[in-house]
C-alpha cells in the first residue's frame, strides 16, 4: 500500500513539473519569426490570384493569419527600405535615401541602437537573431549594432538551414524567446539571372550565376508549348513610349530587348519566386515540426518590389506600384486567421511598433508607424490612417488609397497625381488636368508637412 501511495505521489510529481514546465514556457513572450524576400512584388503570390507562380507555403501561412493586400515599403531600393523597418522610422530622417548613399554622412548607427527592432527585442529578454542577406548600410552589416547575433552568411538557402537547426534544438523552457530574422536574396537575382544583362558580366556575378543557371537549363527542358503555358503575359501597362519612357532601364540595356527576352525575363521572375518559396516552405514546416508554432509570430514580407515590363521598366527604385508595393502577411496566436485586409494602407514602418505591440514591449514614441494589432485581432477592419508616404532618391510620394501624389525632386519633371482606383496601371496623369486641381493642392499640402517632418530636404512649393 506504502508502495501505491508513493508511486502516485511520484507520478503526481512528474506531472505537476511538466505541468510546471509547460506554464513557464506558455508564461514566455511570444517567439517571432521574421522572413524577407528582396523584390518580390506584391502579386506575386497564388492566393493573391497570380496563376503563373506557386507558393502554397506562403498561401498556407496567409490562409492562417492575416494578408494586407494595400502594403508599402517605405522606400524602393533595399537598404533604404530594410532600415525602415529594422526602426520604424523612415531612412530620410538621416538622409539615407538610396544604396549608395556614403555612410559617414549618415547617423544610422545612433537610430539603430535606439530603435532597431533587434535591440528592442533584446533588451527585453529575447535571443535575437540574423541569418542571411543583411542589406541593411551600405556593404556594411553592423548586426550587432541593430541588435542581432549575424549567423550564416548563405542569402540562398542559409536561412532556412540555420532556421531547421536552430528550431530543432530550442528548448522553450529553459531558452530565452526568440526573434529570428531571416532575409533571402531571390528574387532579386533576376536583375543578373535572366541572362542578358550587360552591366553584370559573369564573372562578376559568380553567386547570382550559380543560384540562377538551373532555370536557364530548366528552360532548355521544356517543350515551347509548355514554357509558354508559364509565362505571366505581358502587363497591360507595358507602356512602350508613353509617360515613363524617359525611366526606361536606364543603363540595363533592356530598352533593346526583344519580346523573346522579354518572356524569359517575367518567366524567370516566377521561377526565382517559387525557389526562395521552397526554402520558405523549409522553414515553416521545422516551426511545425518543433512544437512552437502556437507560441510564434510568423511575419513574411518583402524589401520592395519588381517593375517586371510595366510601364516597360524593369527592377526597382520607381514611384510606381509594382515596385513599392509588396507582400505582408502576419500569423500566430491571437491573430485572425483567412483574413485579407484590402481597406487598410500598411507600410513597412510598422513593422516594428506593430511586432513589440503583439508581445508586450512599450511601443517608442518616435516611431514613424503605427501597430497594425487592432487589425490582426479582429478589434477592427481597417487601420485608421488617412495616407502613407514612400520616400525616393527621386522624390517623395503621398497615397490615400485613391490618388498618388509624387514631389520629384530629380529630373525634369515636378510633379504627378494619379487616380489609382479608376487607373490602377498609373497611365494617365493627372497634375495637369484643371478637374484634379483640388486633389492636387490638398496632397501637395500634406505632403510638405510630412516632408518636412522627415527631413529639411523639402521639395520647391508649386
Same mark, same amino acid.
Given at each position: 500500500?506504502?508502495? +501505491?501511495?508513493?508511486?502516485? +505521489?511520484?507520478?503526481?510529481?512528474?506531472?505537476?513539473?511538466?505541468?510546471?514546465?509547460?506554464?513557464?514556457?506558455?508564461?514566455?513572450?511570444?517567439?517571432?519569426?521574421?522572413?524577407?524576400?528582396?523584390?518580390?512584388?506584391?502579386?506575386?503570390?497564388?492566393?493573391?490570384?497570380?496563376?503563373?507562380?506557386?507558393?502554397?507555403?506562403?498561401?498556407?501561412?496567409?490562409?492562417?493569419?492575416?494578408?494586407?493586400?494595400?502594403?508599402?515599403?517605405?522606400?524602393?531600393?533595399?537598404?533604404?527600405?530594410?532600415?525602415?523597418?529594422?526602426?520604424?522610422?523612415?531612412?530620410?530622417?538621416?538622409?539615407?535615401?538610396?544604396?549608395?548613399?556614403?555612410?559617414?554622412?549618415?547617423?544610422?548607427?545612433?537610430?539603430?541602437?535606439?530603435?532597431?527592432?533587434?535591440?528592442?527585442?533584446?533588451?527585453?529578454?529575447?535571443?535575437?537573431?540574423?541569418?542571411?542577406?543583411?542589406?541593411?548600410?551600405?556593404?556594411?552589416?553592423?548586426?550587432?549594432?541593430?541588435?542581432?547575433?549575424?549567423?550564416?552568411?548563405?542569402?540562398?538557402?542559409?536561412?532556412?538551414?540555420?532556421?531547421?537547426?536552430?528550431?530543432?534544438?530550442?528548448?522553450?523552457?529553459?531558452?530565452?524567446?526568440?526573434?529570428?530574422?531571416?532575409?533571402?536574396?531571390?528574387?532579386?537575382?533576376?536583375?543578373?539571372?535572366?541572362?542578358?544583362?550587360?552591366?553584370?558580366?559573369?564573372?562578376?556575378?559568380?553567386?547570382?550565376?550559380?543560384?540562377?543557371?538551373?532555370?536557364?537549363?530548366?528552360?532548355?527542358?521544356?517543350?515551347?508549348?509548355?514554357?509558354?503555358?508559364?509565362?505571366?503575359?505581358?502587363?497591360?501597362?507595358?507602356?512602350?513610349?508613353?509617360?515613363?519612357?524617359?525611366?526606361?532601364?536606364?543603363?540595363?540595356?533592356?530598352?533593346?530587348?526583344?519580346?523573346?527576352?522579354?518572356?524569359?525575363?517575367?518567366?524567370?521572375?516566377?521561377?526565382?519566386?517559387?525557389?526562395?518559396?521552397?526554402?520558405?516552405?523549409?522553414?515553416?514546416?521545422?516551426?511545425?515540426?518543433?512544437?512552437?508554432?502556437?507560441?510564434?509570430?510568423?511575419?513574411?514580407?518583402?524589401?520592395?518590389?519588381?517593375?517586371?515590363?510595366?510601364?516597360?521598366?524593369?527592377?526597382?527604385?520607381?514611384? +510606381?506600384?509594382?515596385?513599392?508595393?509588396?507582400?505582408?502577411?502576419?500569423?500566430?496566436?491571437?491573430?485572425?486567421?483567412?483574413?485579407?485586409?484590402?481597406?487598410?494602407?500598411?507600410?513597412?514602418?510598422?513593422?516594428?511598433?506593430?511586432?513589440?505591440?503583439?508581445?508586450?514591449?512599450?511601443?517608442?514614441?518616435?516611431?514613424?508607424?503605427?501597430?497594425?494589432?487592432?487589425?490582426?485581432?479582429?478589434?477592427?477592419?481597417?487601420?485608421?490612417?488617412?495616407?502613407?508616404?514612400?520616400?525616393?532618391?527621386?522624390?517623395?510620394?503621398?497615397?490615400?488609397?485613391?490618388?498618388?501624389?509624387?514631389?520629384?525632386?530629380?529630373?525634369?519633371?515636378?510633379?504627378?497625381?494619379?487616380?489609382?482606383?479608376?487607373?490602377?496601371?498609373?497611365?494617365?496623369?493627372?497634375?495637369?488636368?484643371?478637374?484634379?486641381?483640388?486633389?492636387?493642392?490638398?496632397?501637395?499640402?500634406? +505632403?510638405?508637412?510630412?516632408?518636412?517632418?522627415?527631413?529639411?530636404?523639402?521639395?520647391?512649393?508649386?
Amino acid at each position: 500500500m506504502k508502495k +501505491l501511495a508513493s508511486a502516485v +505521489l511520484y507520478g503526481c510529481g512528474i506531472s505537476l513539473f511538466a505541468s510546471s514546465c509547460v506554464q513557464k514556457a506558455e508564461e514566455k513572450k511570444l517567439n517571432v519569426l521574421f522572413i524577407m524576400t528582396d523584390q518580390q512584388r506584391y502579386d506575386m503570390l497564388s492566393c493573391a490570384g497570380n496563376r503563373y507562380v506557386g507558393t502554397p507555403s506562403l498561401d498556407r501561412l496567409a490562409e492562417n493569419g492575416v494578408r494586407f493586400e494595400h502594403n508599402y515599403c517605405a522606400n524602393p531600393v533595399s537598404m533604404p527600405s530594410r532600415f525602415a523597418m529594422a526602426t520604424g522610422r523612415y531612412a530620410g530622417e538621416i538622409g539615407y535615401t538610396n544604396n549608395s548613399t556614403k555612410p559617414d554622412t549618415l547617423r544610422v548607427l545612433p537610430v539603430a541602437r535606439e530603435s532597431s527592432v533587434g535591440n528592442l527585442f533584446r533588451n527585453a529578454g529575447y535571443q535575437t537573431v540574423y541569418s542571411g542577406y543583411p542589406g541593411f548600410y551600405c556593404g556594411r552589416t553592423h548586426m550587432e549594432e541593430y541588435g542581432f547575433t549575424q549567423n550564416g552568411t548563405d542569402y540562398y538557402e542559409g536561412p532556412a538551414d540555420f532556421a531547421e537547426n536552430f528550431l530543432a534544438g530550442y528548448n522553450p523552457v529553459q531558452d530565452e524567446p526568440f526573434f529570428l530574422y531571416l532575409s533571402f536574396m531571390n528574387p532579386h537575382d533576376i536583375c543578373y539571372g535572366a541572362g542578358f544583362d550587360p552591366r553584370f558580366p559573369d564573372e562578376l556575378r559568380p553567386h547570382q550565376i550559380a543560384a540562377t543557371q538551373k532555370y536557364i537549363d530548366l528552360r532548355k527542358t521544356l517543350s515551347d508549348e509548355e514554357y509558354r503555358a508559364q509565362i505571366p503575359p505581358v502587363p497591360a501597362n507595358v507602356e512602350p513610349n508613353g509617360t515613363y519612357a524617359e525611366m526606361k532601364a536606364i543603363g540595363s540595356g533592356s530598352r533593346d530587348w526583344t519580346e523573346e527576352q522579354w518572356d524569359f525575363y517575367r518567366w524567370m521572375y516566377c521561377r526565382l519566386v517559387e525557389d526562395v518559396e521552397q526554402q520558405i516552405g523549409r522553414i515553416l514546416a521545422a516551426l511545425e515540426n518543433s512544437g512552437l508554432a502556437d507560441h510564434t509570430i510568423v511575419v513574411f514580407t518583402s524589401d520592395h518590389g519588381e517593375m517586371g515590363q510595366s510601364h516597360g521598366l524593369v527592377f526597382k527604385s520607381r514611384l +510606381l506600384e509594382e515596385a513599392t508595393r509588396t507582400p505582408l502577411i502576419i500569423s500566430g496566436p491571437g491573430v485572425k486567421k483567412g483574413v485579407v485586409d484590402s481597406k487598410s494602407l500598411t507600410s513597412g514602418i510598422d513593422l516594428v511598433p506593430t511586432l513589440c505591440d503583439l508581445v508586450g514591449i512599450p511601443v517608442p514614441e518616435n516611431l514613424s508607424g503605427k501597430s497594425l494589432k487592432p487589425v490582426l485581432t479582429g478589434q477592427t477592419d481597417k487601420i485608421d490612417r488617412e495616407y502613407i508616404i514612400v520616400e525616393s532618391s527621386s522624390g517623395y510620394q503621398i497615397n490615400d488609397g485613391r490618388y498618388k501624389y509624387t514631389a520629384f525632386t530629380r529630373g525634369d519633371k515636378e510633379a504627378s497625381l494619379m487616380d489609382i482606383l479608376a487607373d490602377p496601371g498609373e497611365m494617365s496623369d493627372k497634375v495637369a488636368d484643371p478637374a484634379y486641381v483640388a486633389e492636387k493642392e490638398r496632397l501637395h499640402g500634406l +505632403l510638405m508637412k510630412e516632408i518636412k517632418k522627415i527631413t529639411e530636404q523639402v521639395p520647391a512649393e508649386k
